[in-house]
C-alpha cells in the first residue's frame, strides 16, 4: 500500500496507543505465572499477535477482548511445528529464552528482515547457563532444549541489543540455582531493561541489579498471577507530538511523564529544539514552532533516530544525532534509510558509523521508500505534512505497532490518501 500526503493543517486530540513493549512483558510474565492473569488495556499489532501465537503453541491461553486479554499460564508443553515469531524481534529473543523452561526441542523462526539481526549472544549466554541452544550462524532460526536447568554465571555483551539482558532475566527465576548475569560492555538502551525488572515485579517476581547495571543477581522464584495495566506508548507517542511540533497543534492524551521508557525523552528533544510544550498532568499539546538545531545522544533511545532526524530537517542549523550505530540492526538499516530519504527531500545529511549530520532546510515532496519499517514510514509520513507531495511506499507497515497511524493522522487534520 502507498500513501500519499499533501500540505496539512495539523489540530486536534489523540489518546497514546498501548506500549507495544510492555504489552508483551505483560504477556510473558503473565505466561510465567501458573494461573489466570489479565493484561488489561493491552496493544493489538503484528508484533503482540505474533507473541500471542507463539505462546499458543506451548499451552498458554490467552482469550483477546477489545480492551483485556485473559491469559491463563504457567502450563507448558511441547509445541507442534515451529514457533515463527514473524518479526518480531522482542518475541523471538524472549521465547528464545522461555523455550528453554518448556520440555522438548523448539525450533523458533523469523520473517525475512528478523532473520538477518543478530541472536547469538544471547544464545552463547544459555550456553553458558546450561541450555542446549543453536542458531543459523549468528541470526535465527535458533533451536532450543528445554528442560533440566541449574543456572549459574553467565556473561554477554550490553551493546547489541538489550533484548538479550531481558530475555534472560525473564527466564532465569525458574533455573535451579538461578543466575549471575554480567555485562561485558555497557548497557545501552537500558531503560527497556528496567522496563522488565519493573514488569516482572507486578507478577512478584524480584532482581537484583548493580547502579551501573551491568550485573544481575536472580534468584530461583515464581511469578504470580496479577492484572497488569498496560501504560501508553511513548515511541508511537513521539510521532504525534513531533506532528504538532511540525504542522499545527497536537494533544496527546494519557502519557505517564514519569515512565521508565527511554522514549519519553522526545519531550526534552523537542523543549532543546525551541518547540511549544504544555505538560498537563497526562496530557502534553506540542505546537507548531520555528524548530533550530540539536545535538542528541540516542543511546538509549534509539527508536526515536527517525523522529528526531525528521525534525532536524526542518530546523535551522546542524543538528548532530549521536549513538545510533545499532539502529543499523533495526528493521532495516535505519540510519541509510533516514539519510536516503531525508536526501531525497532535499535535505543535507552526512552519515558516519555511530554518527548523523542533518543541516536543515525546507523539505521538498518525494517517493519514500519505507524499507517495510514502521518507524520509517511513520517518521516521514510527518515530513510529508510539510513538505507536500509525498509518497510513502509500503506503508502497511506501521501494522508492526502503530496500526491506526495513517487513520489517526487523517483525523488530526493530516491530508492522506490510500493507494493499494
Known sequence: M????????????????????????????????????????????????AAIKVLGQIGVRVNQQEDLWQVHGGSFHQA??????????TTLRFMTAISALVPGRHRLTAGPSLSTRPVL????????????????????????????????????PGDISSQFVSALLLATPFFQKGATIRLTSPLES???VLMTLDCMQWFG???????ALDAFEVARQSYRPTSYRVEADWSSASYLVALGALAGEVEVLDLNRESLQGDRVILDFLQEMGASVIVNGNSITVRKSKLRAVTADLSDCIDLLPTVAVLA?????VSHLTGIERARIKESDRVTAVKEGLERMGIGVTEEADRMTITGGKPGGAVIDSRDDHRIAMAFG??????????IEGAECVSKTYPQFWQELGVLGGKVTTDG
Open 313 to 317: 530537517a526542518t530546523a535551522e542549523g
Open 205 to 211: 517476581v524480584s532482581v537484583a541489579f548493580s547502579d
Open 2 to 49: 502507498n500513501v500519499s500526503i499533501s500540505k496539512s493543517d495539523i489540530s486536534g486530540r489523540v489518546t497514546a496507543p498501548p506500549s507495544k513493549s510492555y504489552t508483551i512483558r505483560g504477556l510473558m510474565c503473565a505466561a510465567l505465572a501458573r494461573g489466570d492473569s489479565e493484561v488489561v488495556r493491552p496493544l493489538a499489532s503484528d508484533d503482540t499477535e
Open 190 to 192: 537500558a531503560p527497556y
Open 121 to 156: 549472544p544471547l544464545v552463547d549466554a544459555l550456553k553458558q547457563l546450561d541450555v542446549t541452544c543453536s542458531c543459523q550462524g549468528e541470526v535465527p532460526p535458533v533451536v532450543v532444549r528445554g528442560g533440566g536447568l541449574r543456572g549459574g554465571d553467565t556473561e554477554l
Open 80 to 89: 507442534d511445528g515451529d514457533l515463527f515469531c514473524g518479526e518480531s524481534a
Open 382 to 391: 510527518l515530513l510529508g505534512t510539510v513538505a507536500g507531495n509525498t509518497v
